[in-house]
Structures are given as C-alpha cells and as structure tokens.
C-alpha cells in the first residue's frame, strides 16, 4: 500500500509516517515506480506505537515494541527490551503517582484550614478590583 492508504488506515498523517521514517521507525521501502510501499505489519508497528503513546510512551520509549515487532516476533512487548520499558515506565508512574497524593494531601490540608478559619455567619463577600 503507498503512504497515504496507510496513514489512513493508522489513523495518523503522511507527515507523521515520514517523519517515523526519518527516526528509523517505519521502514523505508520503495516500489519500483519510486513511490514508498508498505504492508499489513507496517499497519500493526503503527497500531503498537499510537497505543504506546496513548499511553504516555515518548517516541524514543517505542523503539524496543518497534524493534520487537520487525524482528518477527508476534507482538511488541515480547522481547526482553520491551519489557524493560514497561518497568520503566511503571517506575515513572508510580513517583508521579505518589508526587500527586502529596499534593492532593497538601490541598486538603490547606482546604481543611481554611473552612475551619471561616467565621460563623453570613459567607464573607469577597470583590475583585479592576
């Protein structure tokens, strides 16, 4: 299929496709007529890296499932490299993860202070100036 049939059928532009190229990525075939070709894995490496960026994988963190994927194998996180960056990621997640229960704790506490600070009565105007 050329270029643009697949970036259809990816959901994604010509632009990304080459630009995938440029990285090393997507493989860059060419038919003979001088036009880039490519085939139905072509269309599952894409499907692998939209969905490693769905889920928050940086470009470069796909090229272990890419390398996976067009080395045979039948899926992108069945090479040891690929699981690697699962850890990785699972390592970020879980520090950001813990850096926003702090906060969420932190806003809390200062929510906390300020309805126990509020006085009793009628809710206290509160105007801007302009």
Known sequence: ??????AERAGTTTRTLRYYESRGLLPA?????GYRSYSEDD????????TLQDF???????RPFVDCLRAGHPAGDSCPASLAVYRAKLGE??????????????????L??????????PEPRCEFGG
């Open 1 to 6: 299929m050329r270029i643009g049939e697949l």
């Open 29 to 33: 075939r060419r038919a003979e007529n």
């Open 43 to 50: 269309v599952r490496l894409l499907q692998q890296i939209r």
């Open 56 to 62: 928050g994988f940086d470009l470069e963190e796909t």
């Open 93 to 110: 997640l879980d520090t950001l993860i813990e850096q926003l229960q702090s906060v969420r704790a932190q806003v809390g506490a200062q």
């Open 112 to 121: 906390a202070r300020a309805e126990a600070e509020l006085p009793a009565g």
